[in-house]
C-alpha cells in the first residue's frame, strides 16, 4: 500500500511539474511607447504664441502715421489667444473701448454745428 502512495505522489510531482513547464510563457517586453506630447505642445505654443499677424501694424511707420491703437489691440488679443493666456478678456475689451473711444472723438470732433453734436449723440447712445 505505501508503493501505492509515493508512485501516486511521485505521478502528481512529475505531471504536474510537466504541465507548468510546459504552459509558462516567458514574459512579453513591456511595450514603450515615446511620449511627444510635450513636443507637441511646445510646437503649438510656439505657433500660438508667433505674432507674425501683428508685425505689419507694430512696424514704426505704421504707428506714426496710424497711432499706436490697433498694435496695442491686436498684440492684446494674440496673447489671450496663445495657450499661456497671458492678457485676459477683460484687459482686451478695455483696450478697445479706448481705441474706439478715440475714433468716435476724432471723427465727432472734425464736424461743426448741429451734425457734431448728433454724432456725439448718437455714440453716447450705442455706446
Known sequence: MLWIVVAAAA??????????L???????????????SAQKQAEV????????IVKPVCTAEFISANGDGLCREMFCFAQANS???AAGE???DAVSNVNNTL??????GSLEGAPR????QTFRERK
Open 45 to 52: 505654443q510656439v505657433n500660438l504664441s508667433n505674432l507674425d
Open 11 to 20: 505521478g502528481l510531482l512529475t505531471g504536474g511539474g510537466g504541465a507548468l
Open 103 to 108: 475714433v468716435i472723438l476724432r471723427t465727432c
Open 22 to 36: 510546459l504552459t509558462r510563457k516567458d514574459p512579453a517586453p513591456p511595450v514603450v511607447v515615446a511620449d511627444v
Open 83 to 85: 495657450t499661456t493666456g
Open 117 to 120: 453734436a448728433e454724432c456725439f
Open 90 to 92: 477683460k484687459s482686451c
